[in-house]
């Protein structure tokens, strides 16, 4: 389940019913014109066809972490060719019953237990002009040698539709695009300024106070990865960069462990 996807008549018919649904029903959100998706670069990328998709599994089973470092890495390599306004789209396929019991600080940690866990299987090195520690403004997760913004959406969201979906999803975009998007003819400010009001028709709640942008003191790009569907937020981001070497056991959120399931 590690294969990339370019929506396309031909990629669909490769695709079982659960994967095929789950595209649907992110299509409908990105194109619904009475209830704009906020993020404008993602709609971009959505209607000229820049976007990648995946589908992996249960984010509780080990291979689940295998095959979402192979699409990573698959995707980095190819991204600069896929268009300016391209994103990772990460399906997982949840179980019906987390569906039904998962709160969203459940998803939380499985998020953030997913983002660490990556970091064991990446075959380079951490860019040297990123802190390893997330507790800085310039901090951002990165993954075979390029910068990313995640975004995390879970059917657990109510008051956030814009991180609703289906199941749990991951939306996966390099600095490079984010940066190039800034540059546009439209000055950034109001970027920001429309995002904004999409985001206060979209959502049910006012805006969370840790949207902020990239760069500036005060903001932490860990904080906005996984939004809770309310103001509040966790004190200290549970990131943890695991180095080859390190004992993983004791990281792992699986009741059974082998390593060969995992490399």
Sequence with gaps: ??????????????????????????????????????????????????LRYGFIGDPGKQSTISDLA?????????????????????????PEEAKRIYTVEKYEQLFWQQLSLLTYLDEKKWPGSIPIEPHLPIWEYCFHGERYFMYCATPAHKNRQSRN????????????????????DIPAAKIKKRVRERIKNYDSIEIHPDLNTYGEEDNYEWKQYFLRDDKTRLAKCPFHHIFQGEDIKRQLPFDKFQESDIR
Excluded: H
């Design 1 to 50: 389940m590690s294969t990339l996807y370019k929506d396309s008549p031909a990629d669909r018919n490769n695709l079982n019913d659960w994967q095929k649904t789950v595209l649907q029903k992110f299509e409908t959100k990105m194109i619904d014109k009475t209830s704009l998706f906020p993020c404008i670069p993602a709609t971009i990328g959505f209607s000229t066809n820049q």
């Design 165 to 184: 979906f289906e199941t749990m999803m991951l939306a996966i975009t390099p600095r490079w695009v984010l940066e190039n998007f800034n540059k546009a």
């Design 70 to 94: 192979k699409l990573l890495k698959k995707y980095t390599e190819k991204s600069k060719d896929f268009g300016p306004y391209t994103s990772l789209i990460v399906f997982y396929q949840l």
